[in-house]
Nanobody, 127 residues
């Protein structure tokens, strides 16, 4: 059984930094495409960043480019999202997601391509 557990959310001020972590069990991250999504009430869950295994590349949403950085430590079976210069519009519940697939093109950021999801962690950025 695959389990993804996020940590690191919290309340910060605009301009601050925060790092989220997601540790997987039952899924070898060395052979998994992983992503961070976020969702605010009343809106679709959107992909913040997707990292496709075996050299499939990393894709960032336009509004986080240059501020957010994805990384993974496969030996720890953990992925990270370093978020710098946070803005109030970054406020959301952040979810990590994973799949054994290697997607291409627009499918990399399609939430329907991901089979496993964490429970989510709240990030709140005050102005």
């Amino acid at each position: 059984q695959v389990q993804l557990v996020e940590s690191g959310g919290g309340l910060v001020q605009a301009g601050d930094s925060l790092e989220l972590a997601c540790t997987a069990s039952g899924l070898a991250l060395s052979r998994a495409s992983m992503a961070w999504f976020r969702q605010v009430p009343g809106k679709e869950r959107e992909c913040v960043v997707a990292d496709i295994w075996a050299g499939g590349g990393t894709v960032y949403a336009d509004d986080v480019k240059g501020r957010f950085t994805f990384s993974r430590k496969n030996l720890k079976n953990t992925i990270y999202l370093q978020m710098n210069n946070l803005k109030p519009e970054d406020t959301a519940v952040y979810y990590c997601a994973g799949t054994g697939r290697r997607m291409v093109g627009i499918l990399k950021t399609d939430k329907n391509e991901y089979d496993y999801w964490g429970q989510g962690t709240q990030v709140t950025v005050s102005s």
